[in-house]
């Protein structure tokens, strides 16, 4: 309860302290990518419920010859780039705190169709609430293997506390000013989880 307290308090400032700069950001976005302003995509939340997860676009809807969305890295222009190395896309997501579909901290939320992949133990990520920010990012972000993250994910789960939520939202805060660990070697970001069989 105190930390879903504390949630809905520094978030509900948040919104209000931004929501100026928020909407002067959507109208830039508006202009540089197109509509929609954006990003919503089902995640898997807390015991791998489905919810609408909320971000501001970062890419174009550039296609190729066929109608077939380009790749990543072709649609992801510099601006985009930006948004992501600033965090400044994952700022709609604090609308899914507000509802209870995340925390401010907590496992990142990944895809859907990683759920039949995940070990036991790997599963246990979907015991908490996800997050905006999380132990993995603070400790290598899109920098470490799957493995890695997943294991820093488990131990969060099994560590919580306060005082490890305060920590992480100011590391959080020093690693975007850093812009550090945005992008694995060779990817856009991270290159997609395919089970347990290539770790």
């Not at 948004?83 to 901290?105: F, H, N, Q």
Request: charged share 25%; proline share 5%; aromatic share 8%.
């Amino acid at each position: 309860m105190v930390k879903r307290l504390c949630d809905l308090i520094l978030t509900l400032t948040a919104l209000i302290l931004l929501a100026i700069p928020l909407a002067l950001l959507a109208l830039v976005i508006r202009i540089k990518l197109g509509s929609p302003v954006l990003f919503v995509q089902q995640r898997p939340g807390r015991d791998g419920k489905l919810f609408k997860l909320f971000k501001f676009r970062s890419m174009t809807d550039a296609k190729d010859t066929d109608g077939k969305l380009l790749p990543d890295s072709e649609r992801l222009t510099s601006f985009g780039k930006k948004l992501r190395a600033t965090s400044l896309d994952e700022l709609p997501s604090l609308w899914c705190v507000i509802k209870g579909d995340m925390s401010l901290v907590g496992p990142r939320p990944l895809l859907e169709e990683y759920l039949p992949l995940y070990s036991k133990e790997q599963a246990r990520r979907h015991d908490v609430r996800p997050g905006i920010t999380g132990w993995a990012q603070v400790n290598g972000r899109n920098a470490i293997s799957w493995q890695e993250k997943f294991e820093l994910d488990t131990w969060y789960v099994d560590n919580q506390s306060l005082w490890l939520d305060i920590n992480i939202l100011f590391l959080t805060i020093k690693k975007v000013f850093q812009k550090a660990d945005i992008n694995a070697d060779g990817e856009v970001t991270m290159a997609k989880f395919t089970g347990n069989n290539d770790e």
